[in-house]
Nanobody, 124 residues
Framework: QVQLVESGGGLVQVGGFLRLSCAASGRTFSAYRMAWFRQAPGKEREFVAAISWSGGSTYYADPVKGRFTISRDNAKNTVYLQMNSLKPEDTAVYYC?????????????????WGQGTQVTVSS
């Protein structure tokens, strides 16, 4: 089992940036594929980005391609989400998730463990 704790959310203006962090504890962090999801009020939780065990492979949802970057530091048991050129539609609670599977998962049901979420608000 792994425990996940997100941090780094906040209020930012349009065009600004934030860096989210997700600290993991428990079983071997490098055994998990990691991902970020987000959920806006009244909407379903949606996939944002995912990263492989080694960090060598990444996958992004179309709305964030070219603006967001997912990365991980297995020595620090941490996964990051660098968010640039933020837009009002990026406003949501952002969740970190972990899965043991061998492929990227794009649905919340693909993931075994979740953090509590961190709020990101982009103001215009």
């Amino acid at each position: 089992q792994v425990q996940l704790v997100e941090s780094g959310g906040g209020l930012v203006q349009v065009g600004g940036f934030l860096r989210l962090s997700c600290a993991a504890s428990g079983r071997t962090f490098s055994a998990y594929r990691m991902a970020w999801f987000r959920q806006a009020p009244g909407k379903e939780r949606e996939f944002v980005a995912a990263i492989s065990w080694s960090g060598g492979s990444t996958y992004y949802a179309d709305p964030v391609k070219g603006r967001f970057t997912i990365s991980r530091d297995n020595a620090k048991n941490t996964v990051y989400l660098q968010m640039n050129s933020l837009k009002p539609e990026d406003t949501a609670v952002y969740y970190c998730a972990a899965r043991v599977g061998v492929k990227f998962g794009l649905s919340p049901i693909d993931y075994d463990y979740w953090g509590q979420g961190t709020q990101v608000t982009v103001s215009s």
